[in-house]
């Protein structure tokens, strides 16, 4: 069955410092990935998402995630946090060739220092 | 709208009572997904809608849960009987056409609460 995994339930982080949050899926096709971010109170928003070509992929809010099918992983990076990053993030996978079933992670939460 | 809006934004009910979830999709958007974010099971897909047809409705827990799309736009999530285990946030998504590139776009979900 298709699942993904997230290893780190929670991160914390100090302002300015670089981040990477980890996703492994298990499918055996390639999948459509995403990241989502949830923020208190909030829906999800999808920050970027992968299906094909180029393997570094950019979103919005200065993040970066790379397709490494080898690892079968996602993993989500940004340079330098911003307090304000400080929110829930998903890690999801939809199955190829059909409609848009998400399947997420646990969710990593990441808390920011100032 | 602007966005996918959901109503009511909490909701506490008594065991046994039944309860209505709305969503209201982003105008034009023919796929509409629910899902549900529970601290134990984390976030479940529930039941898709292509217009007015539900042709996944797999994630529905039990029989107590069902959905409908009207007018290809409006969806309600109706649980029956509510139960302490169906305490959660649900989610209601919708996307232009439910293909795999489509974003979906999230309401900012009803929190359910089963006294």
Known sequence: AQSVTQPDIHITVSEGASLELRCNY????????????????????????YFSGDTLVQGIKGFEAEFKRSQSSFNLRKPSVHWSDAAEYFCAVALSGGYNKLIFGAGTRLAVHP | GAGVSQ????????????????CDPISGHTALYWYRQSLGQGL??????????????????????????????????????TQQEDSAVYLCASSQRGTNTDTQYFGPGTRLTVL
């Not at chain 2, 506490?12 to 039944?18: A, H």
């Not at chain 2, 897909?45 to 736009?73: V, W």
């Open chain 1, 26 to 49: 298990s499918y055996g096709a390639t999948p459509y990935l995403f990241w989502y971010v949830q923020s208190p109170g909030q829906g999800l928003q999808l920050l970027l998402k």
């Open chain 2, 7 to 22: 109503s009511p934004s909490n909701k506490v009910t008594e065991k046994g009572k039944d309860v209505e979830l709305r």
């Open chain 2, 44 to 81: 479940e897909f529930l039941i898709y809608f292509q217009g007015n047809s539900a042709p996944d409705k797999s994630g529905l827990p039990s029989d107590r849960f069902s959905a409908e799309r009207t007018g290809g736009s409006v969806s309600t999530l109706t649980i029956q009987r």
